[in-house]
């Protein structure tokens, strides 16, 4: 894809959002998709890859033809986001979208099916419910994404995907979307049980993630919430916490709240409500810290995440990749820091490897991340006495600094 090869009006949508060159991902994925080939698309987090399948498919709607496009996605905050995503660009070819997700009131769901929407975005479950109903006519569908194809795969309502697949007419135009390749492949294969092309850019020059550094902080598990009350106060800090045991992130969020420290958490036994005003407090900058499991780890799309947090160390690569891809999204710089005490610095390593990171040891203290440890220097007896113009000054150019963790040692 290239830029002139969108409409005006995207062109100029293209141009106001501030984006940059297109990705390799969607420069691959346009001309294959638009000409209805079956394809698995995978690249790294934050390449933006919802782009990469959206407008080509977009294009190749028929306005006031019903339901053709359908996009299931393995979880509610994913299918809002998505569904966001495509309102921005859709009003320009004259179609629209809605989403179709769990817990949401699915009356009203039907209602709104009645004016036959263009775009079907939803999770597995509630789309199949509406299938079995004869509200959406699957056998009518000419596309079908399934985006975070791995995760759909492993999911809970996989049985609900083959079953909607299973409906579909033989010609229908087939899409997975994936940050993993790997492993990815066989489960595609046999899901959709059709030959597919494998677009895979994650080791294309100029794909990778933007330059982020991996570090570690050493810290008991006892004092692991007073660090993390610490990291709140850094100049700048605005972070996702991702923890591995929901009752570990409810117990943190309560002492954090108690202790004055502002935060949010998104959590799989929250209502859909509760979730909403998770994303939409951190979206809106009103909490320094979203606190979640890897139900956050996959999609969401925050600007301007200059951290992610490991509260506790990831159980695998794959978790490990995806918590730390929300930060150092389309080429921002990001910084993930995992808390960990000493027995853990081999299970945080053979993750790191196995996801390719190179770790460095992080220091917090004065309110500051540094790559080099704090040296103690005894003080004298008598403190001398320091110019006033001197120390303001000093005062002010050391405010000026950003709290980033030094970057020299970086190798």
Known sequence: MEINQLSQAWQEKWQAKNFQDPTAIQQKLYEPLKEGEHILGVSPTGTGKTIAYVLPLLERLDPNAGNQLLVLLPTQE??????????????????????????????????????????????????YELVQQKKIKAHLLTTIVLDEVDQLIAHSELNAAQNILKRLQQQTQLVGISATGQTVEAGFRDLVRRDFK???????????????????????????????????HVEGMRAIVFFNEVQDMGSVSDKLTYEGVANASLASDQNKFARQRAIQAFHEKKVPFLLTTDLGARGLDFQEVDYVIHYDVP?????????????GRMNREGNVLTLLSDHQMKDLKNVSQKASADLHEVFLYGGRLSLT??????????????????????KSSANKKKAKPSRAKKK
């Open 198 to 232: 494998l677009i895979d850019v994650t080791n294309d020059q100029g794909e990778q993630a933007a330059d982020v550094l991996h570090g570690y902080i050493r810290t008991p598990l006892r004092k692991r919430g007073s660090v993390l009350k610490s990291l709140a």
């Open 78 to 127: 994913l299918a809002i986001q998505v569904t966001d995503v495509i309102r921005e660009w859709i009003g320009d070819v004259g179609c629209s979208v809605q989403p179709i997700i769990g817990q949401a009131n699915i009356k009203r769901q039907i209602e709104k099916l009645k004016d036959k929407p263009e775009v079907l975005v939803g999770t597995p479950g509630r789309v």
């Open 315 to 327: 159980y695998g690569a794959e978790s490990y990749i995806h918590r730390s891809g929300r930060t």
């Open 373 to 394: 440890a704090p040296t103690k220097t005894a003080e004298p007896k008598t403190k001398p006495k320091k110019d006033k113009k001197e120390s303001k000054s000093k």
